[in-house]
């Protein structure tokens, strides 16, 4: 038998990726997205050697510019926001395949542009008809979009090549415009060819909890009910809705968090083992955890909405949520949302899982925390574990990305004492190697056509299933509660889990 170099093996996937010869189509240019994210995270990905050399860029936009005006705005964002390092050699093969096309989105004259210039950067910079058009755009413009792509023949795929849709958050509003929306893609493009972005899911942090539960035989035998009290998911933000009154009115924290990162973080906690991580395998593990999610009957009880008032928060006064600018003053839009989710399957029978985000909350942080239940005897007197809390593995999403293994150790000296410590994993100190930005992984797994990272529309159906009652009991029951910006929350966050014997964590 002839050994061979696992090197070479192509299904090593410690090798780099290398995307083959392709271009993006970019709308929305001019947003924040673009600017911060997505065009930096194009460069890094150049920087990194991922992209091919004849990579091609298209942005569109209802600007009067040239090339060369956009190539100046790709090239500042990426000055300003690229993760790596800035190389001259490297901005200059990029820049080769930057183009502008001007023209809104009902406009037909653009998008015969639009044809024109991916028609001409496949024969000057060999893209092969490989495009993928990412929509960084409001919601209600996909579907006026993705219409005016197939009219001008931009969503045919031609021979041995591909054609793929890009779209960002929220996918939809509710169960039913998230079906609209699926409609209107798949009337385009094949399901194979549409990628739904949640950009929590790219996080090198989010990955890690199936290596965490699957390549670890100390943590997968207590990773259930027999040994689970309770699961915490929290996504809190320091900062207010600054400018994004217009955005945020009307959707929310909970559509805005809770139906598509918190869920789908759940899921990866929460899903039973896959025989494989390919997509399709993945997939079928998230969906079958989602339509195991049950609510409980009383919804007033265990779930919590709230609106940030005016305080201070990181040492500065700052306005409340009905104060914010642009904000209508009756407005019953939450900040603050918590629910409270039971999963009916053998692993999780019994075991809440608390999920919760909100803004002008104590601190930014992102993390998951599985708290053990107590041991069922101690042979120690009260007094010497009166400290003890119960066990926990939390992850921390961001920032300071790791682990914390917290656990009950004998206090140094002559009287027997037991207090928590705790082990940390941190990713800065255990890898010399900086985590890529999650849009790096996922635009480069969109342009390799590798999916396992993106929802399907089942799963979104699933997550909407789930959240539009709640949606609708808080629609009946009127104005959120409030509490001061820098707290954890409104009161009724914290009652929901007293009423179980629980408390919520202080990260």
Known sequence: MTWQNPLRDPRDRRLPRIAGPCGLVLFGVTGDLSRKKLMPAIYDLANRGLLPPGFSLVGFARRDWADQDFAQIVH??????????FREEVWEQLSEGVRFVPGSFD???????????????????????NHAFYLAIPPGSFGTVVQRLKQHGLADVPDGSWRRVVVEKPFGH??????????????????????????????????NILAI??????????WNANYVDHVQITMAEDGGIGGRAGYYDGIGAARDVIQNHLLQLMALVAMEEPPAFDAKTLRL?????????????????????????????????????????????????????????????????????????????????????????????????????????????????????????????????????IRDVSMDFAYGGSFTEASPEAYERLILDVLLGDPPLFPRHEEVELSWQILDPVLEAWARKGKPDPYPAGTWGPESADAMLRRDGRVWRRP
């Open 76 to 85: 500042d964002s990426v000055k300003e926001h690229a993760r790596t390092e």
């Open 107 to 129: 406009d037909p004259e653009a998008f015969e542009r639009l044809r024109a210039t991916v028609d001409e950067l496949d024969a000057a910079r060999g893209t092969d008809g």
């Open 174 to 207: 509710d169960l039913e415009s998230a079906r609209e929306l699926d409609r209107a893609l798949s009337e385009v493009f094949p399901e194979d060819s549409i990628f739904r972005i949640d950009h929590y899911l790219g996080k090198e942090t989010v990955q």
């Open 213 to 222: 539960r699957f390549a670890n035989t100390v943590f997968e035998p207590i």
């Open 285 to 417: 593990e998230k969906q079958k955890l989602l339509s195991s999610i049950v609510l409980p009957r009383r919804l007033d009880l265990t779930t919590a909405r709230g609106q940030y008032v005016g305080g201070w928060a990181g040492g500065e006064k700052v306005l409340g949520f009905l104060e914010e600018e642009g904000m209508p003053p009756g407005s019953t839009t939450e900040s603050y949302a918590a629910v409270t989710l039971n999963v009916e399957n053998r692993r999780w029978a019994g075991v809440p899982f608390y999920l919760r985000t909100g803004k002008r909350l104590g601190r930014r942080v992102t993390e998951v925390a599985v708290v053990f239940k107590r041991a069922p005897h101690l042979p120690f007197s009260a007094t010497s574990t009166e400290e003890l809390t119960q066990n926990a593995i939390v992850v921390r999403v961001q920032p300071d990305e790791g682990m914390t293994v917290r656990f009950g150790s004998k206090v140094p000296g002559t009287t027997l004492e």
